[in-house]
């Protein structure tokens, strides 16, 4: 049977299996691929903070610089570090005096279309999410008061901001935060096989991977949060991990929202283990196996959260289609103002 | 172009006609009342021009709860869980533009635009 008409064959399974609650495996294949397709258009950017070369590379150079930390220790980096494609692969990240934080670092692929930022939402923008780790007490502990003194006496800031905001060029808290944020918006994931396959490559993944595709949309019922081209619906859920970190609850002051987190993009997610905002689950196999035996029943948990089954052979398929959402590797970051 | 809500649900439907003659009757200023509904993690529409004192009806038609929020100089509103079937009303009383959004599904925004 040609791959094709296998996935279609799984589809027409699907939709004719026992649970009509898998409303996207009814679709026909090109329009469920459709939904996946990467778009044509550049990155977004606010009306008050468009992107330039000279911007970009100003936050990349914050980005490094350990001066935004008071004890000049950590950088935004040593977290988000570029050769980890951005994360820094510990299950929680480690912040002031080296001390565990109590969720995973954030992914960033992508981020230019995020809706809000950290585990929790907190932030409604990457301006104002690239200030909150520089002055959290446990993450870099440092007053962007200070940073500001700190970076005015660099000289090679003087030339760098004065080219990133030529209209005014003295270095402030706003303009560091803005720099960041327009570094963060150009790290994008690449293309990767799936996403060949989705334009018409049948030969760019296996029959494994293809099944696992239907399964994603169907009976395993994970595009009811991780659907679209970042694969994320950019909202917050409760999946059912032991723990009693309020998530997204309190930000919002609504109760049943406490273990909730906000969906990550699975764009390079085989490559950025460990899994999940406490960094519980060390491979894909272990996130498949939590969604179909692992959840904890409490009164939080998403309303998207459908209790599933799924044979050795199914979660095998779910894990190699997982596997194909990965890109050539991170981008050429060599270029550095401290080298 | 910003448009009034043209998927009102039927009964709101009647209920903001009844409004519109009630008004040209008076020969007054009225008060209407626009209707959204929530599906699929999205409004049925993002945009909405309103008068000062007219009233938007959100009514979940989703599987799955939802959280109305206005974070606004002139207005602030949380609605709590949103439970499937649970309709939310809010008041706008003041020009200006206005952000609704889910705080669970933030992709959900609807801009109102009261003049």
Known sequence: MRPVTALAAALALLALGPSPGSTQADRDLPALKAEYRRPAEKAPAPEDNPSSAAKVRLGWALFQDRRLSSDNALACVDCHQPERDWQDGKPRALGFGGHALRRRTMPLYDAAWGETFFWDGRAASLEAQSIIPIEAPDEMNQKMDDVVARLRAVPFYQGMFAEAFPEAPEITGEKVAKAVAAFERTIESGESDFDRWIDGDEAAIGDAAKRGFALFNGKANCAQCHGGWRLTDDGFHDTGLPGDDPGRGPIIEVPLLEHSFKTPSLRNVARRPPYMHDGSLATLREVVDHYADGIIERPTLSDDLKRISLTEAERADLAAFLETLSDAGPPDTRWSPFR | ?115
């Open chain 2, 1 to 115: 172009m910003p448009a009034r809500p043209t998927r009102a649900g039927r009964r709101s439907a009647s209920a903001l006609a009844l409004c519109f003659a009630a008004g040209a009757a008076a020969g007054a200023a009225w008060a209407a009342q626009a209707v959204v509904t929530q599906k699929d993690k999205a409004f049925s529409t993002q945009r909405l021009d309103l008068r000062p004192g007219d009233t938007l009806l959100i009514q979940n038609e989703d599987t799955r709860a939802h959280n109305i929020q206005v974070t606004h100089p002139l207005l602030t509103y949380n609605s709590g869980l949103q439970e499937p079937g649970a309709n939310e009303r809010i008041a706008f009383q003041r020009p200006g533009d206005y952000l609704v959004y889910c705080g669970i599904h933030p992709k959900m925004k609807l801009r109102v635009k009261v003049q």
